[in-house]
């Protein structure tokens, strides 16, 4: 079974977009047999966003939240992760502009981790701290049973990758920023339980990101938790 944990529904505010019926084109096409789904970066309301993708929703279509921490208040992303509507959480320090470390979000960030939810969280080297791998990583400390799912490869960052390997709860996704021999050496050094299969389509192809770990030399049991068991393990659908 594959399973893709970053896909993007909509219209994102650079112009790039994908509909509903052109991921499950890709999905088919490809041999991939569910997708993670959330809004793009839009002018419009997350949330709402969001609860449109949940008409979707089946044992091929994972809806995760996403949201905007500045706008929204702890009781309201609890009320919405209550129940199984939504399978995860998706955030973006960059595009939504705040520090998961500043202490002002944490009510919101315990309400996810007392959900049981994973945070699928976007990281990359770039112009704002906020999405810093090395420092989102520390998250971790401050929410032992939060799930966390650090995207983007935690761009091969050796700092986060090392505290990837010596927390629990502290997972790598493959999208974008890695490569086949990049898979296989960080799965010998952490453990292919730690690493989930994502590709960010349509901002890449998921041909390509799923040919990188097909290709990664891994074990057919080491590629099947990476590509379906260790995601399925978090999310725990229920259809």
């Not at 998921?206 to 990476?226: A, C, D, F, V």
């Amino acid at each position: 079974m594959i399973i893709d944990a970053h896909a993007h529904i909509g219209t994102d505010r650079d112009g790039s977009s994908q509909t509903i019926d052109e991921l499950k084109e890709s999905m088919a096409k490809y041999g991939i047999d569910a997708s993670v789904v959330f809004p793009f970066d839009i002018e419009g309301d997350l949330i709402d966003a969001s609860k449109e993708l949940l008409k979707y929703k089946s044992d091929s279509i994972f809806p995760f939240l996403r949201f905007d921490p500045n706008t929204s208040n702890p009781e309201e992303i609890g009320n919405l992760l209550s129940n199984d509507d939504f399978l995860g959480v998706k955030l973006h320090p960059r595009s939504q502009n705040f520090d998961p470390l500043d202490k002002r979000f944490w009510p919101i960030l315990q309400r996810i981790e007392d959900s049981g939810k994973p945070l699928l969280i976007h990281t990359r080297k770039e112009a704002t701290p906020y999405s810093d791998p090395d420092r989102i990583v520390c998250l971790a400390d401050d929410f032992p049973e939060m799930k966390i799912i650090i995207g983007h490869f935690a761009f091969a960052s050796q700092i986060a990758i090392e505290k990837i390997k010596t927390h629990e709860n502290l997972f790598l996704e493959t999208s974008v920023v890695s490569s086949n021999v990049v898979i296989r050496l960080i799965a010998q050094k952490i453990g292919a339980n730690k690493i989930i299969f994502g590709s960010d389509v349509p901002m890449s192809d998921q041909e390509i990101e799923m040919l990188k770990i097909k290709k990664s030399g891994l074990s057919e049991r080491e590629k099947e938790m990476i590509f379906s068991g260790n995601l399925l393990s978090l999310t725990k659908p229920k259809f």
